[in-house]
Nanobody, 113 residues
């Protein structure tokens, strides 16, 4: 059974940091490009960041560039998103996705004072 399980979300003050994790199982994680996608309240899905299967190539939405860092550990079958300098507009449910084929259940990130 394919599973993607996000964790690490929570409530943080503006300017703070969080590190999201996405634990993968049931498929060959190291063969898949991975992405983070978010959905803010009342809005559609927004692509945040992506990383290739080997981890050597990354890309970011302009809205998070310079603040977020995507990484992966293929030995641990885990994807990460380090989020720094968080803003209220980063408030959303964050999902990890394996090439769009598989999706996690999401983790809530709330940035508020």
């Amino acid at each position: 059974e394919v599973q993607l399980v996000e964790s690490g979300g929570g409530l943080v003050q503006p300017g703070g940091s969080l590190r999201l994790s996405c634990a993968a199982s049931g498929f060959t994680f190291s063969s898949y490009a991975m992405s983070w996608v978010r959905q803010a309240p009342g809005k559609g899905l927004e692509w945040v960041s992506a990383i290739n299967s080997g981890g050597g190539s990354t890309s970011y939405a302009d809205s998070v560039k310079g603040r977020f860092t995507i990484s992966r550990d293929n030995a641990k079958n885990t994807l990460y998103l380090q989020m720094n300098s968080l803003k209220p507009e980063d408030t959303a449910v964050y999902y990890c996705s394996a090439r769009g084929d598989y999706w996690g259940q999401g983790t809530q990130v709330t940035v508020s004072s």
